[in-house]
């Protein structure tokens, strides 16, 4: 039974076999009495006259039998019940037809708005509709219909949501009903209770509101907003009231004016438009009055434009911007990119010589009907196209991103609790973000979200093995938070030990991979308690170490304890084996493969485990130096190699530095005055430079990558390993090779080992 109706004939429900007899005789006399009625199949009904003039406005051809045999059962069904404001039940499903023909819909939602909650409070049963309406009227009946309380109890409202979205995934038509007949209801909830009301009041704030506006319902949003503003805030109401009572008395509307001088720069321009002032709403009000403080007359409403082509809103804009002041902070253009729920507009700012500003909207008639109606708007958005066949085959074309997230958390939520505060909290993410991939495809996202929420919504829960990203192209780690039109390339992990970090739970912004996470965690519990150990983790004999946990807080332990000068700041070389399992967490033992052969020339570097990766062995390409006598030295800070353009400066003890022209470091030494020296490369190729490379955090990273180095002929001089951070670890080589042609090949090499995603030349001081 629907909150307001009341049935004084039925005391109480029926049930068993006498309420199967009874819905058959009344399906007798309602097939017979009702249906046809005294009036002729021709004939309308008087009382659904005001719904088909509203219909027949947007749609002059549509069929209006359906109409007429859904009103004829709604009323016969509903007939002797009560709203509790003593009306007919049957006022309440033709006001909402009403709204929604208002808006535009097409017939098959207004038959089923007719019928919404018929089979909720009446015998019709949903097999009974689909017999003589179809199977969309039926589908759509369904989807508003609420769960009985008798069997879910206090879980009846949030189960009722959960089907009613399910049901919107496959026809956004569902929606559409379920707010019509939120906002009749709000229109005449001052029947019920006043603690009745503020529930009602909060469920509409929290979740229908946000769904009208991610529907782009305007029109239904905009007037539920200020409903709700009353019941909750009726002192703040009052006073917005007031405030617009009192403007509406002023002898002088400069809004006016400013809408007569538009319309003349128009006029003048020979652009055909329609400037139309559109007052604000009062939540609209509240929100500029205490944005701005004392409020002025353009600022109770807007100024509204009208075209008929796209290009003409352009043409709108540009003549406004010649012609009047415009104030270029307020310009947004939501034509060319579109807002997630279908908006499309201009949006600009004039201001006159007082002080007065006015915002104006540009926009075409249809983006207009858009604007107000949203996926309304679109008619029988699953009809197929004229040249399509009807396979039955259904493709929303709006294909909201964020109802598909919501679809998708919605079945891993645990129970209705954590389902109803979820979908609050994902509604009240109420931006949202396209971001672009690799491969030109695109990801919706809430504002706010993350490289975490990005890799669950591409990937699903094989995003548990995401390592890293490249935010447009520059590594990034997980907890970076994207922006509008970033390009998000997400770095998966190939060794099966990856795993997600509870650690990521800070970092996720978005329902779906908060649940995933959390859902792994309790799923892995003894991972879960390693991640929050003191870095050494509670693992089963035998277990494999993952890549996060114990391992990554190992590294940051050798780093911070046993590897760092006194002074804190920065690391220092160490033996590979002591490298290697501060970024695996391996034991040193594991750290390299087997030696091969020493005198193959493909043998990795593998030195003692007690002694330091560096070898003080000097090689300097040949260099030409306009100062005879001269000792060169190449600079460390940025390892110049023969065919770099080079420079030198002359410094104490008759050494001449020689640096690469970009080096950071030469800039510096011309601006203290130091004098340049010219300097070229003479025959001699081998040379010694320092690579910086960046990595994610998995076990045998330094074995192959010293290896991969190695089969390029460059032998390492010395090593610096960072301790981890955020899965991330830096490394810098100094390296020898004997040709110093082959350094672009060396480093294409190292960037082909898993989990290396960025190698560069050093360019910084005391690398």
């Known amino acids: ?164 979205l399910k049901a919107t995934g496959s026809d956004v038509r569902v929606m559409s009903i379920k707010l019509a007949d939120r906002l009749h209801n709000m229109r005449t909830l001052g029947v019920m209770r006043p603690e009745k009301q503020a529930r009602i009041a909060k469920v509409t704030r929290d979740v229908l509101i946000p769904l009208a506006e991610r529907l782009g319902v305007q029109a239904l949003k905009t007037e539920l907003e200020d409903l709700v503003f009353a019941i909750l805030h009726p002192e703040e109401y009052e006073h917005t009231r007031e405030l617009i009572v009192d403007n509406a008395s002023r002898a002088d509307d400069p809004l006016a004016e400013i809408a007569d001088e538009v319309r003349g720069h128009l006029r003048g321009a020979d652009i055909q438009a329609e400037v139309v002032i559109r007052p604000r709403h009062f939540v609209s009000v509240h929100r500029v009055a205490r944005k701005r403080g004392e409020l002025r007359g353009a600022d109770f409403g807007r100024l509204l434009v009208l075209v008929n082509e796209d290009a003409d809103c352009y043409g709108v804009l540009g003549e406004l911007h010649t012609c009047m002041t415009p104030v270029v902070s307020e310009f947004k253009d939501f034509i060319a990119v579109p807002k997630f729920n279908l908006y499309q507009s201009l949006h600009t700012a004039v201001a006159r010589e007082d002080g007065q500003v006015a915002e104006v909207l540009i926009r075409t008639h249809q983006m207009h009907k858009v604007a107000e109606a949203g996926v309304i708007a679109l008619g029988n958005p699953y009809a197929p196209a004229a040249d399509d066949p009807a396979d039955g085959e259904r493709v929303d074309p709006t294909k909201p991103g964020w109802l598909s997230r919501l679809l998708d958390w919605q079945e891993g939520a645990p129970d209705p609790d954590t389902f109803w505060s979820t979908l609050r909290e994902d509604l009240a993410q109420d931006r949202e973000i396209t971001v672009f991939r690799p491969d030109g495809g695109t990801l919706g996202l809430p504002e706010g979200a993350t490289c975490v929420d990005a890799a669950y919504a591409q990937y699903g829960e094989d995003a548990h093995a995401c390592i890293g990203a490249r935010v447009n192209g520059r590594l990034a780690t997980l907890s970076t938070v994207l922006r509008d039109g970033d390009t998000v390339q997400l770095l998966m992990g190939q060794d099966p030990a990856s795993e997600p970090s509870r650690e990521w739970l800070e970092h996720a912004h978005t329902a779906a991979a908060r649940i995933a996470i959390q859902r792994w965690l309790t799923a892995h519990p003894t991972h879960a308690d390693a991640q929050d150990g003191d870095g050494e983790g509670v693992r089963e004999p035998g277990e494999r170490e993952g890549v996060r946990g114990g391992a990554l807080e190992r590294g940051r332990t050798l780093g911070a304890q046993d590897r760092q000068p006194a002074g804190g700041g920065q690391p220092v070389a160490a033996g590979p084996e002591a490298l290697e399992e501060a970024v695996t967490g391996r034991p040193a033992a594991d750290a390299f493969p087997p030696a091969p052969d020493e005198s193959s020339p493909s043998a990795p570097f593998r030195p003692s485990p007690e002694t ?44 001449v530095t020689v640096h690469r022209v970009e080096c950071a470091a030469v800039g510096r030494m011309k601006n203290g005055g130091r004098a340049e020296v010219g300097v070229r490369w003479g025959d001699t190729t081998e040379c010694r430079v320092t690579l910086l490379a960046e990595s994610f955090v998995r076990p045998h990273l330094l074995a192959d990558l010293t290896e991969a180095m190695a089969v390029e002929g460059a032998e390492i001089v010395s090593a610096t390993v960072e301790p981890p951070t955020q899965q991330r670890v830096r490394h810098t080589y100094t390296v020898q090779l004997p040709d110093a042609t082959h350094l672009p090949a060396l480093m294409r090499a190292m960037r082909n080992v898993p989990g290396v995603y960025d190698v560069s030349r050093a360019q910084t001081p005391g690398a």
Not at 625 to 643: E, H, I, K, N, S
Request: hydrophobic share 35%.
């Open 1 to 164: 039974m629907s909150a307001e109706a009341t049935n004084p004939a039925t005391p109480g429900p029926v049930t068993g076999p006498a309420a199967r007899w009874r819905a058959r005789i009344d399906l007798r006399r309602l097939g017979r009495a009702a249906l046809l009625g005294p009036a002729t199949r021709d004939r309308l009904p008087d009382a659904i006259g005001h719904v088909v003039d509203a219909h027949r406005a947007h749609h002059p051809q549509a069929d209006l039998e359906p109409l007429r045999r859904a009103y004829v059962l709604a009323e016969s069904s509903h007939r002797g019940q009560m709203r509790k404001s003593g009306e007919p039940y049957i006022t309440h499903p033709l006001a909402v037809t009403l709204i929604l023909a208002e808006l535009g819909a097409e017939t098959t939602t207004l038959t089923a708005s007719l019928l919404h909650d018929t089979v909720e409070d009446t015998d019709v049963t949903l097999d009974q509709v689909r017999e003589q309406f179809g199977e969309e009227v039926r589908y759509l009946v369904d989807g508003v219909t609420k769960l009985e309380k008798v069997d879910y109890g206090a879980a009846a409202e949030p189960e009722t949501f959960r089907k009613m």
């Open 612 to 655: 330091p990766i560096t070898t003080p062995r000097p090689a300097t390409p040949a260099v030409t130096v306009d100062q005879p006598g001269a000792t060169v030295r190449l600079a460390g800070c940025c390892t110049p190699v023969p065919p770099d353009e080079v420079t030198g400066f002359a410094v104490r003890g008759g050494v």
